[in-house]
């Protein structure tokens, strides 16, 4: 919701954007074992009914449950970086390329953070993002 409310206010107040996931943060776990997530998955299994909102009921109460899967598919694809792709995030990124060290202790490297600069340039030029 946040990716979309943010792209419509960018839309509406043609201001040129673009957005990309750092990291996924599994809990309990060290970064290094943090996992990418695909976005489209992840929702899919938030949505139990298959429509837009979905009733049940829970101890005796009602419970609505949204479909967030259209309005993923409404976030454009290529402003935001590798969307539904592989490799998607800053962190597979940087596993990837593998700059020595990719982290420093909690945080990502400087020398990752400079390499990730550099792809974020490349891929703005390759899109004409500007």
Excluded at 44 to 57: A, C, E, F, M
């Amino acid at each position: 919701m946040n990716v979309l409310q943010l792209q419509n206010f960018f839309k509406a107040h043609n201001i040129k954007w673009m957005m990309f996931n750092a990291f996924y943060q599994t809990p309990g776990k060290n970064p290094i074992n943090w996992e990418d997530l695909n976005v489209r998955e992840e929702l899919q299994k938030l949505n139990l009914h298959g429509t837009p909102y979905s009733i049940s009921n829970h101890k005796g109460r009602h419970v609505y449950q949204y479909d967030y899967v259209p309005m993923w598919d409404t976030v454009d694809r290529i402003r935001f970086y590798k969307k539904d792709q592989p490799n998607n995030t800053f962190k597979s990124f940087m596993e990837k390329k593998n700059p020595i060290p990719v982290y420093y202790g909690w945080h990502p490297s400087p020398e990752s953070h400079t390499v990730w600069a550099e792809e974020l340039v490349r891929y703005i030029n390759q899109y004409k993002l500007l």
